[in-house]
């Protein structure tokens, strides 16, 4: 079911632009991000790739003390919303993630206990997304948890809808950096995550929303080396 921006995320923009407020609002409404959310590890190093406003790393932060959260993008106006965002978080006494810019196709060096795409690939070559995904799951901890939320291509009146919207946003308003949108199937994205020896389970997350919104929940074995 679709949910409103929890009160104490939202109060973190008060000073932002009313279109950044704005556009968090509705990207929220839009997005399972309790879904996502769940499947976090309450501990640990959490890398939220393709972050935008930083409203669901600051959530994610605010949830769990013990969670160490970067957000990063390639846009530098949202990393700078972001940052205002954070800079509110440390000022209300609540955890705050950090965030950078990146470039584009860069990953982040490090050993990530989770790392979250939360509608990111569908904006990229398929051959790009093959290679983040790679990256990502090498990049994860023993136990470590990687996390794909992409809209789907079922059922197919929710995939024509999704299509529409985004290219209007992307093509037309130009609120999100892209090109031409390529969304590829959740099986694809699972068959390269389980090809870098990850358990992955899929999971529709489209009840209650007019997108096909899918979860891929992959996991490394505590055993990896």
């Not at 950090?98 to 979250?116: K, M, N, T, Y």
Request: hydrophobic share 50%.
């Amino acid at each position: 079911m679709n949910a409103r921006i929890p009160p104490g995320v939202l109060a973190l923009y008060a000073g932002a632009p009313a279109r950044v407020r704005g556009h968090v609002r509705v990207r929220w409404r839009s997005c399972p991000f309790a879904a996502v959310a769940a499947r976090v590890p309450e501990r640990g190093s959490i890398l939220d790739y393709g972050c935008g406003h930083g409203a669901f790393a600051a959530w994610l932060a605010m949830l769990s003390p013990e969670r160490v959260v970067e957000g990063v993008d390639v846009d530098a106006e949202k990393i700078a919303a972001a940052r205002g965002a954070a800079r509110a978080a440390v000022a209300a006494g609540v955890p705050a993630p950090r965030f950078h810019r990146i470039a584009r196709g860069e990953f982040p060096q490090g050993s990530w206990d989770a790392v979250l795409f939360v509608d990111v690939l569908y904006l990229l070559p398929p051959e790009e997304q093959e290679r983040l995904l790679r990256v990502a799951a090498r990049s994860l901890a023993p136990g470590g948890t990687l996390l794909v939320k992409e809209v789907g291509v079922e059922p197919r009146w929710k995939a024509l809808w999704n299509r529409v919207q985004e290219t209007i946003a992307v093509r037309v308003l130009r609120i999100t950096q892209g090109g031409f949108l390529r969304i590829l199937a959740p099986e694809l994205h699972a068959e390269w995550l389980e090809s870098e020896g990850l358990a992955v389970e899929s999971l529709p997350v489209d009840r209650g929303y007019f997108h096909p919104h899918h979860l891929l929940a992959a996991r490394r074995s505590l055993s990896a080396a």
